[in-house]
C-alpha cells in the first residue's frame, strides 16, 4: 500500500512546478508571469534578477530549459514563451537599483578572488559582495560578461543590455582587473585571498588538424569560438563571400549569422548529424534558414581543398543515420561519390574544450584522465580546499543559466568555508504557501483551460538586419501580445491541495477533471496503483498524490504529470475538501537583499 503523500516536504511542490525545476537556476516562473500580466514589471524583473541574476540577457538567449517542461503543452503543442517573457519584464521594468543590495557593505575581513568574468563568476561576486567579501575579478576582456560578450552576437544580445546588467553587479563594489590574464594559480593563491573561484569557461574550441589540407588552408579556417570574438572586440569586420561553418550546435548558428553580417552572400552549414539530431535549438536554426543560410547535413569532413596557397572549399562523405536495438547511433557512409563544396573560408564550430594550461599540476588540485579538475558536484569544492570551480570551466560546456546556478551554488560553499562551517550543511532554500480563495469564492487568477496558440515574436526586417552585425533581430513582444501570452500560463505553482477528513467521495472533482488525473480507487503498492487509475500514470519521474484513507476505504490519487492545476476540482468541490495554494521556491542563495516579496503582494 501507497503511504499519504508528505505535501509539508516543500521539495515536493517544487518538483510539480514542472518549469521551474526545470530551470537550473530555479526561477519562480509563474510568479513573474503573473506579474507581468498585471504590468507589475519592475517586480517582475527582481523576481527573476534574486535567481538567474541576468533576466535581459537570459531573456534572449537562454536555452529554455524550462519550456520543455511547461505544462501548457499538456493541452497543445508549444509551451508558453518563458523565456521571452522575461525578456519582457526587462525591458518594461523601471528602476530597479532600490530593490538590490545597496553598498557599502560591512567588511567581514574575507578576500576572495574570481579568476574570468563570466556568468557563474559574476553570480558569485553578485551573492558574496553584499555580505561584506572583498572581491577581486581578473579577466582577460576589456570588460566583464565572459563568453556573453565575446560569443553571442549583438544581434541576440545587445551590448547595451549586457553592460547594464554586468554592472549592477560590479557596482557592488567588486575590484575589477580587466584585460588581466592569470597565468598562475599558485601566485593567486599566494595573493592572501581566504578562497579563489574559477570561472574560466571553456576557451579552447575545436580544431580538425589531421584533416588533409588544414595546415595548408590555415589562412583560410577559423575557430569559430575564436572568430567570434574577434568580431564582437572589432578586430575582424568582414569575410568572404562563399563560407563554408562546419558543426551544428548554436556556436556554429552564430558563426553562419554573423557571416552574412559580414559580406557572407553563399554561407552554407555542414553538419555530420541529421537535422533534426543538430544539438543547436530549433528556434536557432529557424533562424539560420529564416536568413537564407543553407544547412547541409549527413556529410562528413574529408579535406580542405587548397589550390596555389588558396582555399578552395572541402570534401565531404555523405552517411546515412544508423541506430542499434538502444537507440544508439552510427553514421555509415552512402557509398555515393565524394561532395565538394566551394568555399573561401571555414569556420569550424564543431565544439568547445576546458583548457588549464595556466594551473600547475602539483599544488594539490587534482585532474580527471579528461583534463578536467575534480570537483564535488554539490559543493563546487577542488580537491584543493580553497579553490571552487563553476560553469563551463567545472563540468564542460554548458549554457548561460547553468552557469549562474553552479555560481549560487559555489557562493555558498565558499560562505561556508569562509565560516569554517560544513560545506554539505547547506541551508534550506525560502519556501512559501499562500492559501488562494477558491471553491464558491473567487480564484484570482484566469486559468481557462483552452487551446490558446502561442504568439509569434516578431522579428526586425530582414533587409535591415544582414547589413548590421549590432541590429537586433527579435523586437520582443508588445506589451498587449505580452498579457495575452501571459494567460496561456497555467499558475502551475498555485497546488491542488486536498483535505481527506471534509471529502464526500461524490466524484465531482473526478467527473470535472479535463486530464482525467483525479481517481477514486482502493490502495495498492505503486506500480499496481499507477495502472489501476482512470488513465495509467505511466510517467515514473513524476509523483502520485495519494490522500490519507477516506470513509469508504478508498483514498484519492492524483497523477502529477497531467494535473493542470486548473482549479476545476476545488470550483466543483461542495465540501472544500479541494483548496488551491500558491507555492513560492527561491534558490539556495549565500547573499542578503531586501526581498522584494512585499512589494510583491501588497
Known amino acids: 500500500m501507497m503511504k499519504p503523500t508528505n505535501t509539508k516536504d516543500p521539495e515536493y511542490y517544487h518538483k510539480v512546478v514542472d518549469c521551474q525545476y526545470a530551470c537550473p537556476a530555479h526561477t519562480p516562473v509563474p510568479e513573474y508571469i503573473r506579474l507581468i500580466a498585471a504590468e507589475k514589471y519592475t517586480e517582475a524583473y527582481m523576481v527573476n534578477w534574486e535567481s538567474n541574476v541576468f533576466p535581459g540577457v537570459l531573456g534572449r538567449t537562454c536555452d529554455r530549459p524550462c519550456e520543455p517542461a511547461c505544462r501548457r503543452v499538456r493541452v497543445e503543442e508549444e509551451p508558453v514563451a518563458i523565456c521571452r517573457l522575461k525578456r519582457v519584464a526587462a525591458d518594461n521594468k523601471g528602476d530597479v537599483k532600490n530593490y538590490m543590495p545597496q553598498g557599502p557593505f560591512q567588511p567581514n575581513g574575507k578576500k576572495v578572488a574570481l579568476i574570468g568574468g563570466g556568468p557563474a563568476s559574476l553570480t558569485v561576486a553578485r551573492d558574496l559582495a553584499p555580505l561584506g567579501y572583498e572581491v577581486h575579478l581578473f579577466d582577460e576582456q576589456p570588460a566583464g560578461g565572459g563568453m556573453m560578450r565575446s560569443q553571442i552576437p549583438s544581434f541576440r544580445l545587445p551590448e547595451e543590455v549586457l553592460n547594464e546588467e554586468v554592472n549592477y553587479i560590479l557596482d557592488l563594489g567588486i575590484h575589477t582587473q580587466f584585460l588581466t590574464y592569470v597565468n598562475s594559480l599558485k601566485d593567486v593563491l599566494e595573493g592572501g585571498y581566504d578562497a579563489v573561484f574559477v570561472g574560466t569557461g571553456a576557451p579552447k574550441g575545436r580544431d ?122 552510427q553514421l555509415l557512409p552512402t557509398d555515393e561519390p565524394e561532395v565538394f563544396i566551394e568555399a573561401d573560408e571555414v569556420l569550424i564550430a564543431i565544439g568547445q574544450e576546458n583548457s588549464f594550461p595556466w594551473i600547475e599540476r602539483n599544488i594539490g588540485l587534482d585532474f580527471d584522465q579528461w583534463g578536467m579538475p575534480v570537483v564535488n558536484e554539490k559543493t563546487f569544492q577542488s580537491t584543493l580546499p580553497k579553490v571552487f570551480f563553476g560553469g563551463d570551466a567545472a563540468f564542460g560546456p554548458k549554457n548561460v543559466i547553468t552557469a549562474v546556478a553552479q555560481g549560487h551554488q559555489a557562493a555558498v560553499s565558499i560562505h561556508l568555508f569562509c565560516e569554517g562551517k560544513d560545506l554539505l550543511d547547506r541551508p534550506s532554500p525560502y519556501t512559501n504557501l499562500i ?168
Not at 505553482?493 to 488525473?517: K, L
Not at 492524483?558 to 482549479?567: A, F, R
Open 208 to 329: 580538425l588538424p589531421k584533416l588533409p589540407g588544414r595546415k595548408e588552408g590555415d589562412k583560410f579556417i577559423h575557430i569559430g569560438i575564436e572568430w567570434l570574438a574577434n568580431v564582437a572586440f572589432d578586430h575582424i569586420k568582414s569575410i568572404s563571400k562563399k563560407v563554408i561553418v562546419l558543426g551544428g550546435g548554436n556556436t556554429a548558428m552564430d558563426c553562419c549569422r554573423t557571416s552574412r553580417r559580414l559580406g557572407g552572400k553563399d554561407v552554407k552549414v555542414v553538419v555530420r548529424s541529421p537535422f533534426d539530431e543538430m544539438k543547436a535549438s530549433p528556434w536557432e536554426k529557424e533562424d539560420a534558414l529564416h536568413e537564407d543560410i543553407q544547412i547541409i547535413d549527413n556529410h562528413v569532413p574529408l579535406s580542405f581543398e587548397v589550390e596555389d596557397g588558396k582555399l578552395i572549399g572541402m570534401k565531404f562523405q555523405k552517411v546515412r543515420p544508423v541506430y542499434d536495438e538502444n537507440g544508439k547511433r
Open 435 to 602: 492559501s488562494q480563495k477558491m471553491g464558491i469564492h473567487e480564484w484570482s487568477y484566469d486559468s481557462a483551460v483552452i487551446i490558446d496558440q502561442r504568439y509569434i515574436v516578431p522579428q526586425a526586417k530582414k533587409s535591415v538586419t544582414l547589413k548590421d552585425r549590432k541590429k537586433e533581430v527579435e523586437l520582443g513582444f508588445d506589451v498587449p501580445t505580452a498579457y495575452k501570452e501571459t494567460q496561456r500560463c497555467l499558475n502551475c505553482d498555485v497546488q491542488t491541495v486536498f483535505t481527506a477528513d471534509r471529502c464526500i467521495e461524490c466524484d465531482a472533482c473526478m467527473d470535472v477533471c479535463p486530464t482525467s488525473c483525479i481517481t477514486f480507487t482502493a490502495n495498492a503498492e505503486e506500480p499496481e496503483l499507477r495502472q489501476n487509475l482512470l488513465v495509467p500514470a505511466e510517467n515514473l519521474s513524476q509523483d502520485l498524490l495519494v490522500s490519507k484513507e477516506l470513509k469508504t476505504g478508498r483514498v484519492m490519487v492524483k497523477d502529477e504529470d497531467v494535473c493542470l492545476h486548473c482549479g476545476l476540482c476545488a470550483e466543483r468541490c461542495p465540501t472544500s475538501a479541494w483548496d488551491m495554494q500558491k507555492y513560492f521556491y527561491s534558490v539556495t542563495k549565500a547573499y542578503q537583499m531586501p526581498s522584494p516579496l512585499p512589494a510583491i503582494q501588497k
